[in-house]
């Protein structure tokens, strides 16, 4: 995005886009061009409207607009720089994480239009997710010991990497709380595998590796391996229970990840939290933060400190450091044993084979973000005011002076002053942090409400500078820039993702809407430019990725079978629809375009179990049908080309109408048809 600030006395980066398609004249007659400009005493931020200011810098309509409505300058020029006019598009999609939603919310960047939500890991009804037997599949792939879990905590999602930037191939994204991981296919913005981790119960850290040749996923509350039932003492705690950090391995050819081509390296029972991937002067590492490093229990609260006084004691924690590329060929040595039916790596073979050390990093950290060039790590201390800035280079270097002390599970530790390069001081409660493409990083600050700009600096701590500091409305958790945790930032944007918003949207109850803010990076100050409240569960991460690098079909092929995204051999054939009888079950293979199912009559003996196939045949795009079947908990989605199956067993007697749920022509109500049970 170009700067707002171009000086050229043009107006603003909308406007240069292309926008005003014809030139700059009708723009021109509706503004003057002081108002690209915006002098931070215009920023409309707390104070509201100034009553008359947008005058000093509109004319003719827009003036009149802009006072009507209590406008100020620099509202004017934010709504500029996020309206895309019916007929544009966006340049950026955002894949946020949609929370304990379970799901994964698309939206256009910058006019921040929800797109897409994307169904995961919670049955969905406007998808048929979890409705049809190829949904339920994918479903019951992420089953916790044989038991169908029907909901999930989205954090992280991850867009495939190729050289270490975005390729808008697939997203994958962790569940927090089952410690299951999903793959979403872009060509089709579906949900196709989710997997269940065979060690840990619950994950928080969720990143790939600069080829996508791993999604990473960390623990985040120690269990036994395999949450075996253990006691909840000190002792207990400190000897059987364990994290991991989980390489899985992704086939790019096939789309999924492949268990049996997957490791795990067991990990301290410190709580382990956000991870990143190196890349570039740090590819082949993985570096991830942990909280509770005094391997603290909860206790009986009434007698004894709680929880977060006890898990917060230490003024230093570890970062993790991890060498997965060694570990790779450890594993494809063939020299580790299994556990759960999974590769593993204890941690005193991980410590020989020296694959993992510890830095100590201030005070109950969060995020860990990996400079574009790969050479820094910056951590986030949620309790230290500051962001603390290690090189890979000096942690290798020490790594290979040896001589370190080690932790009570025997793991080297790098000395604090041998790996830091700097700390850059920004303010209360540092998060998680992103970069831009003019050499700036971006921390959020929970505790300040704010976001900070500060200046990628040199390996002898030259250049590491807070530049600026906005107010963001309110409790930001993590802030995405567009590629900004790649080796390309594109810059441009800041998303602040907050997870308060109290006085910014008209009231809904007591359940408040969460609030995305969208930040203007291109000029000298930060421009707050909109807000978009979150009707749902609180987005934690996102990424933000060029619109141009994704690419999904516009219409499937005909007869598509969406798990595999090939030709369907059971699609329901266009002439051929009926209902036949095999004794135990009855198949019901059926097509639907505007407007009728064929067959629009189903009729079904008492007790029988039904295979029901339904075939969208039409060839237009955009032509999408839905299937609703009453009382039979049945609803599906039937895009163009695809082909969906569902089972029932038709136990009680009626008469029921199906019909189709998106409003698809004129005729539309007249797609109905009624199955009866005698
Ligand atoms: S995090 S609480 Cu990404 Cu800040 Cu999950």
């Known amino acids: 995005m170009q700067g707002s600030e171009n000086g ?9 886009r292309g926008v005003f398609m014809g030139g700059l004249g009708t723009a021109g007659a509706l503004l003057a061009t002081g108002c690209n400009t915006p002098k931070p005493s215009n920023v409309a931020s707390a104070g509201g409207p100034t009553p008359g200011a947008a005058g000093a810098v509109l004319s003719g309509d827009a003036r009149k607009i802009a006072e009507a409505r209590g406008l100020a300058p620099a509202d004017v020029v934010a709504a500029l720089k996020t309206y895309v006019p019916s007929g544009k598009t966006d340049e950026y999609y955002m894949f946020a994480s949609g929370g304990h939603s379970g799901q994964v919310l698309v939206v256009g960047l ?9 169904p995961v890991f919670s049955p969905e009804s406007y998808g048929g997710w979890g409705f049809s037997e190829g949904s339920h599949a994918v479903l019951e792939g992420g089953a916790v010991d044989g038991r169908l879990i ?3 905590d989205t954090h992280h999602p991850a867009f495939s990497e190729t050289d270490g930037d975005y390729d808008g191939k697939f997203v994958f994204i962790n569940d927090k709380v089952n410690a299951r991981v999903a793959v979403i296919d872009l060509r089709d913005f579906e949900c196709k595998q989710i997997v269940k981790n065979p060690v840990i119960i619950s994950n928080h850290g969720h990143c790939v590796t600069p080829n996508t040749e791993y999604v990473i996923e960390t623990s985040q509350y120690a269990v036994p391996p395999g949450w075996k039932p253990a006691a909840v003492t000190k002792s207990a705690y400190a000897n059987e229970y364990r994290g991991a950090m989980t390489f899985w391995k992704f086939d790019r050819p096939k789309g999924r990840i492949d268990p049996q081509r997957s490791f795990v390296l067991e990990l301290p029972p410190y709580w382990q939290d956000l991870t990143d991937a190196g890349k570039l002067a740090s590819e082949g590492w993985a570096f991830c933060n942990s909280i509770n490093t005094e391997l603290a229990v909860p206790e009986d609260w009434n007698n004894g400190p709680s929880m977060e006084i006890s898990a917060s004691r230490n003024d230093m924690d570890f970062l993790h450091v991890v060498n997965w590329k060694a570990a790779e060929s450890l594993v494809r040595s063939g020299r580790v044993s299994q556990k759960n ?9 991980a410590v020989r084979e020296g694959l993992l050390y510890l830095v100590p990093e201030p005070k109950s950290p969060h995020g860990v973000d990996i400079t574009p060039d790969g050479k820094f790590i910056v951590v986030c201390g949620k309790l230290d005011p500051h962001v603390s800035i290690y090189s890979i280079a000096k942690i290798k270097q020490a790594i290979a002076k040896g001589g370190m002390h080690k932790d009570p599970y ?15 001081k920004v303010g209360l409660g540092p998060l998680h942090n992103q970069f831009d493409d003019k050499g700036n990083g971006y921390t959020s600050l929970f505790l300040d409400s704010a976001v900070t700009r500060w200046t990628v600096g040199d390996e002898s ?7 600026e500091t906005l107010p963001v409305q309110y409790n930001v958790g993590h802030v995405a ?5 790649t080796v390309k930032p594109r810059g441009g944007y800041l998303v602040a993702l907050n997870k308060w918003s109290l006085d910014r949207f008209v009231p809904v109850g007591p359940f408040y809407p969460r609030n995305l803010q969208l930040i203007d990076t291109s000029g000298q100050q930060l421009q707050l430019l909109y807000d978009m409240g979150i009707g749902m569960a609180e987005p934690h991460y996102a990424q933000i990725i060029d619109a141009k690098l994704v690419k999904p079909e516009d219409i499937y092929p005909p007869n598509t079978d969406v798990f595999t995204l090939k030709p369907d051999p059971k699609a329901p054939v266009f002439g051929k629809e009926g209902t036949s009888d095999h004794g135990d079950h009855v198949e019901v293979n059926m097509t639907v375009m505007r407007s009728t199912f064929r067959p629009d009559v189903v009729r079904v003996e008492r007790g029988k179990r039904v295979i029901w196939r339904i075939n969208n045949v039409e060839t237009a795009k ?4 839905g299937f609703a079947l009453a009382g039979h908990n049945i609803s599906l989605s039937l895009e163009p080309g695809k082909v969906e199956t569902i089972e029932i067993v038709a136990d009680r007697p009626g008469t029921y109408p199906y019909y189709c749920t998106d409003f698809c022509s004129a005729l539309h109500l007249e797609l109905m048809g009624y199955f009866v049970v005698t």
């Open 150 to 152: 029907t909901h999930g």
């Open 481 to 485: 820039a567009p590629h900004g945790d």
């Open 341 to 349: 039916g999974i590769a593993y790596i204890p941690i005193d073979q």
């Open 410 to 424: 025997g793991i080297p530790i790098v000395n604090f002053e041998d790996a830091l390069v700097t700390q850059i």
């Open 8 to 16: 050229n006395g043009k107006p603003g980066a909308a406007i240069s």
């Open 110 to 118: 910058p006019s921040m239009r929800l797109l897409k939500v994307i």
């Open 622 to 625: 955009n032509a999408i049908h």
């Open 461 to 467: 701590g030259k250049g590491w500078n807070l530049v």
